[in-house]
């Protein structure tokens, strides 16, 4: 109650901080392959200059959403564009979780869980991995959402939404829990230093696009993202000249046979129930 009086080194700093935010140093990968532009190009069948596109606009929103039609690997891809973003495969610093109906705020910001006889207030999955990253702000981390409009959104994100748009603790709010009293801190805030995300944080979302039993995205949630359209012709294209360069096709991959393929592709998108 008194405070400190004595030095504190570099390394107790650390330590301190980290007790203070309840979490424990980010493991890291003790020798994590290099992961670049050329390694991204060589796993996922997209052009270079689509890459490019993808890395341009990461870097600067933070918040990108892939789309497009099953299959087109969109959740492989987003990890691979997590690994050649750090320039490593770490997978210390990347979080995935998949939303579904009845994933919850108490899921991913904070919640009352069952804790014995009781229940305890715990904080969510990307709560946790938040402070992580704002142990680490000398690192990137990259938070993915599969089939992120699966979910009641608004329900899900809660106030987070302001968070979305704006980082760093000058934008920092204040959960729904906030100056809620517990045992043995009556009267105390719980999070009185609130919550924001920090500007070393990536998320990156997949979605469905012709999937229309679930829930759209606002106006209002949908500009804090930007977009990208992974096409499926484009990746078909992609995968068919790559396959060939590594020898798995035998023949020439010519511009007719991809043509015959997108025509199929446009038949099966005009068929109820199979395209949009």
């Known amino acids: ?36 532009r050329e390694s991204f190009l060589s796993e996922v069948f997209v052009a270079p200059e689509e890459y490019d596109k993808l890395a341009r606009v990461l870097r600067k929103s933070k918040n990108l959403i892939l789309q497009g039609a099953p299959g087109t690997g969109k959740t492989f891809a987003a990890k691979r564009l997590a690994f050649a973003m750090m320039g490593a495969k770490d ?76 980082r760093g603790p000058e934008h920092q709010v204040k959960t729904q829990y906030h100056n809620l009293p517990t045992a043995g801190l009556e009267g105390e805030d719980l999070f009185a230093d609130g919550f924001y995300l920090p500007p070393n944080l990536v998320v990156l979302g997949t979605m469905n696009d012709i999937d229309r039993s679930v829930e759209t995205f606002d106006f209002a949630l949908r500009r804090r993202f930007d977009w990208v359209e992974i096409d499926a012709n484009t990746v078909m294209h992609s995968s068919l000249k790559s396959m060939a360069e590594k020898g798995n096709l035998t023949g020439e991959v010519t511009e007719e046979l991809v043509g015959q393929i997108k025509k199929m592709n446009e038949i099966i998108a005009r068929q109820p129930g199979l395209g949009q």
């Not at 424990?24 to 020798?31: F, I």
């Not at 997978?91 to 939303?99: E, K």
């Open 91 to 166: 997978d210390a610093r990347i979080r995935l979780v998949q939303f579904h109906q009845n994933y919850s705020y108490e899921d991913f910001v904070m919640g009352y869980k069952p804790d014995g006889d009781a229940f305890k207030l715990k904080n969510g999955v990307f709560y946790e991995f938040c402070k992580m990253a704002e142990s680490h702000p000398d690192l990137e981390y990259f938070f993915i959402i599969d089939e992120i409009n699966r979910a009641d959104l608004g329900r899900v994100f809660g106030e987070l939404m302001y968070c979305f748009e704006k």
């Open 1 to 36: 109650p008194n405070g400190s009086l004595f030095k504190v080194e570099s390394e107790e700093y650390e330590a301190i901080i980290d007790v203070v935010r309840e979490l424990n140093p980010a493991v890291q990968a003790e020798e994590a392959a290099p992961y670049d």
